[in-house]
């Protein structure tokens, strides 16, 4: 008979333990596939629209070596295919890599809501990233709670480095970006790409860049910080959760 130092009883004694690949559970079985670190992080780029290798590495900041090989990997099990784009190639997600969406976008949202919290991080260390790189996060920033009703179009004037104009139009709940002038806005805002960021994320109040003129706002009185978390501020995701407990806990009630 086989044993193994852990071996668990059952009717006919010790058993051997499983290597993980011959235990049946979905999601670690799901994770040979997708749980490398950079697997689903490229997919999510792409999820956006088709990109070439050097903008996936300004993107994400993969070493090149690493970045080409996660690259090949996806296209061998189908996540990710090529198409060329001049005298290069590009890369576009697969029917099979859209698949992934659901998951990207809970994993997002979680950290947003337990991740941020739990890691205890220093949000200061953002303070460099791209403007881009916010506006592509706010569907994951946004608060349900508060934009469930809201219908609000926001422009974002942005100068500097990393600079131009998006629109940020909420909607019944959902959250809709684009890179372009938004006619009728209810809300403008104009600040440099930093500053801009450092008050998306909650490092600077948006009360006090006001004040001092690093944010400028022009129109009616709805805010961004209303309808999306700021990572810098974990007592929204606090208050939140309270809130969410609160109400389930009213639904659950018999009358």
Known sequence: MLESSSGEEGSGG???ILRPAQIFDPVARALDVIGDRWSLVLVRQL???????????????IAPKVLSSR???LRADGFVETEPQGNRSIYRATEKGRSLEPIISSIARWWVREGITALDFDATRFTETSALSVFEALPNLLREERSRTARVVFEIRLSGQGGGVWTVEIKDGRCEIRPEFAEGADVRYTASARDWCAVALGVLDATEAVKTGRLHKEGGPQAMDE????IARPEQQATSRSTS???SRREGETP
Do not use: H, M
């Open 14 to 16: 010790k058993s051997e």
């Open 47 to 61: 999820l956006a629209g088709p990109k070439g290798f050097q903008e996936l590495r300004v993107r994400t900041g």
């Open 71 to 73: 690259l090949r990997q």
């Open 227 to 230: 309808f999306f978390y700021q």
């Open 245 to 247: 407990q609160s109400t």
